[in-house]
């Protein structure tokens, strides 16, 4: 998803998602009441039932600074990036976007002061796969922070950037599929994205989409079939590098948010495979849009007081069922079965046959033209 050739065009569009708060104790103090997605999700609510305790959760993103808010729930990670080194304790953005996303999972903030994430319980494993302002390392960079991470034996993986694919990324997805990891990632931002970005579009991965304060589809957000689940994503205020704090927009604070919730339920219902945990959270979400999964919405918005609350019933046959009340994203869905033509008028068959063969090479070479154009723009992956 992001090129080469356009690492000024993704810095800018990165600019203009991101503010820079001062850290004066001031800031500090009414910071949290500038989360506002924390009393959309009713967090305080949540966090009676459970705060993460006990799970890990790996942000492979650009390293995570040891901000004041965070830094007690942050353990040595590693860098995979090829021209990096480290244990991923250092942010290599400047504009703190691995900082970031790691604040919206599990920053613990300083009393009633500071940034609060979802789970202010859990651990955060640092992984820095890549490098520079906005940008990712290479595709396969990716892949071995993956590969990294089911070696520590987390219990979710959040991903907050998108792009191609590799055969060692698919690879390293099915081992924390194996391994039984939650798997979360952003759906990708219009406009230098018109399609959910791998590994998001990957089955098994829960793809995430943004809402804005009225709970409503952001306009940044990618839209498509393969959307899991959306959370909010417009003006959300974290934790950023030397100690400062920043306010984003796209899809990759809502993959932060619904990696913390994830983290949430794994603590609250440790005998749920990764599996059972997303059908949890996509059963218990507020259905949005068209009934039903919709390609604006997914399974629909996250509610997390019903997600640790609920009475779900578990997936049919087990944790390699689906659900016919709200199927699991790391399901694969079936194909609809083509409707048999009433008429079969074999007098009309060679006309038709000719004309849907000729659409068919048509089409075809379009859509090989396409495929050619996205994979030499998705020579690496970038921050959502």
Not at 180 to 190: E, Q, W
Not at 217 to 244: E, K, N, Q, Y
Not at 302 to 308: E, R, S, T
């Amino acid at each position: 998803m992001i090129f080469r050739t356009a690492r000024t065009a993704v810095a800018l569009l990165c600019a203009t998602a991101v503010a820079f708060l001062p850290a004066t104790a001031a800031r500090a103090d009414q910071l949290r009441s500038n989360q506002w997605h924390l009393k959309y999700l009713k967090i305080a609510e949540a966090h009676k039932v459970s705060q993460g305790q006990g799970v890990t959760v790996a942000v492979i993103d650009t390293g995570v600074d040891p901000h004041p808010d965070l830094r007690n729930n942050l353990l040595p990670g590693t860098v995979t990036a090829a021209r990096g080194s480290g244990d991923g304790r250092r942010d290599s953005d400047p504009g703190g976007h691995g900082t970031g996303m790691a604040g919206l999972v599990a920053a613990h903030g300083r009393g009633s002061a500071g940034a609060l994430g979802i789970a202010p319980k859990a651990k955060i494993m640092p992984i820095q796969d890549g490098t520079g302002t906005g940008g990712a390392g290479d595709i396969d960079d990716t892949a071995k922070a993956i590969e990294w991470a089911v070696s520590k034996r987390v219990d979710v993986i959040s991903i907050s950037s998108g792009g191609g694919s590799t055969p060692r990324l698919n690879a390293a997805l099915r081992a924390a599929f194996e391994a039984d990891i939650v798997i979360i990632a952003a759906a990708g931002n219009r406009p230098g994205d018109f399609l959910i970005q791998f590994p998001a579009a990957a089955t098994g991965v829960v793809a995430v989409g943004a809402t804005d304060q009225k709970g409503e589809h952001a306009d940044i957000s990618v839209t498509g079939s393969r959307l899991s689940l959306s959370a909010p994503g417009v003006g959300i205020v974290s934790t950023s590098v030397d100690g400062r704090y920043r306010t984003g927009t796209g899809t990759s604070p809502s993959t932060a948010i619904v990696a913390g919730a994830a983290a949430l339920v794994r603590s609250k219902f440790p005998d749920l495979s990764a599996e059972e945990v997303v059908h949890r959270l996509t059963a218990t979400a507020d259905d949005k849009g068209a009934p039903g999964r919709d390609e604006e919405y997914g399974y629909g918005v996250l509610n997390l007081v019903k997600a640790l609350t609920a009475d779900v019933p578990p997936l049919e046959g087990g944790a390699n069922a689906t659900s016919s009340a709200a199927p699991s994203p790391t399901q694969s869905q079936p194909a609809g079965n083509a409707a048999p033509d009433p008429e079969n008028k074999s007098s009309v068959g060679s006309t038709i046959l000719v004309g849907a063969l000729v659409a068919l090479v048509v089409i075809g070479l379009l859509v090989t033209l396409l495929v050619v154009l996205l994979m030499r723009r998705r020579q690496q992956p970038r921050r959502l």
